[in-house]
């Protein structure tokens, strides 16, 4: 029985400070996690960029041009088991992805200061920066953009969707599961879509445990307003036809958020806002965003 537990991919100690390189984010236990980096001519702000589930830092690769060519650096990295991280396909633990992003992010700052930095977290990656801004150790950022945050908690679930994912995950934890057959669209860009199916790098298929770790990760996230003391400025954004995280917790979050977070609904917008074929739409608000409060922001 403990054989079938869930499980994590291997953590080591932290035994070394944090590092950052052009192309390599050093993790306290010894980790290296790629970065892939769209630097401004000008920058006039920092995006910190962490991406969804089974993907990873080349979420960013059509968004962060555009981005740039605004005066906005876009930064991103490989989630630990994710993309060409060591350990592929095994979860984690959400504990460890919050670590990380607090470390990268302050490795940002150091490296850029005066700089304001943002950050940007799309589904699961937004349940990491919106769980971590729950915590004492928090980062400090100058604003959070949140794109279709992953905060489908079990409360928000059938009861046969968590019975099913718990035995899955006890019982069958290596066994994978995958979104084929299903008829979810996350995207309308049809070419971006097929792309990612060609992509080896992107995970077709998840661990049951996974999926379990997963859950946990939106649970924190869907609980995290409550527990925010000291929130930066944060704009959330999602589509109305987005078919993967349901409108019913989104709008809760937002809700329990309040006055704390700009909320924009894009009637054709997918999962994928940032990879969708009105992108640009999306792009143009988060650029106005940034500027808007970046000029609020008093001279260093």
């Not at 504990?95 to 990380?100: N, P």
Request: hydrophobic share 45%; charged share 15%; proline share 10%.
């Amino acid at each position: 029985m403990a054989a079938c537990a869930p499980s994590l991919a291997p953590q080591g100690a932290e035994t070394v400070p944090p590092a950052l390189t052009a192309n390599d984010f050093i993790t306290g236990d010894g980790l290296h996690l790629p970065v892939r980096q769209w630097p401004a001519k000008t920058p006039k702000a920092i995006i910190v960029a962490l991406h969804g589930m089974s993907d990873y830092s080349n979420a960013f690769a059509l968004p962060a041009p555009v981005l740039a060519a605004r005066g906005i650096s876009v930064i991103a990295y490989d989630q630990r088991s994710f993309g060409k991280s060591p350990n592929p396909g095994r979860w984690p633990g959400a504990a460890a992805l919050r670590a990380d992003f607090t470390a990268f992010v302050n490795l940002v700052r150091a490296n850029n200061p005066g700089l304001p930095i943002f950050a940007l977290g799309e589904s699961m990656g937004g349940a990491v920066v919106l769980s971590t801004l729950a915590e004492p150790s928090a980062p400090k950022l100058d604003g959070v953009i949140l794109v279709a945050p992953a905060v489908w908690s079990r409360g928000d679930m059938p009861l046969s969707y968590r019975v099913a994912l718990w035995a899955a995950a006890h019982f069958f934890p290596s066994i994978t599961v995958s979104g084929k057959g299903l008829k979810i669209w996350p995207s309308d860009n049809i070419e971006m879509l097929r792309a990612i199916a060609r992509d080896p790098l992107f995970q077709k298929k998840t661990r049951s445990d996974s999926v379990w770790g997963l859950v946990n990760l939106m649970d924190d996230a869907r609980h995290a307003p409550a527990k925010i003391v000291h929130a930066p400025p944060m704009l959330i954004v999602y589509g109305a036809k987005d078919q993967i995280i349901p409108a019913k917790p989104t709008k809760a979050v937002i809700a329990e958020l309040g006055a704390r977070a700009t909320v924009h609904e894009y009637p054709n917008g997918y999962h994928m806002l940032l990879r969708d074929l009105d992108r640009n739409i999306v792009l143009n608000d988060i650029a106005t965003w940034i500027s808007s409060i970046t000029l609020l922001k008093p001279s260093p």
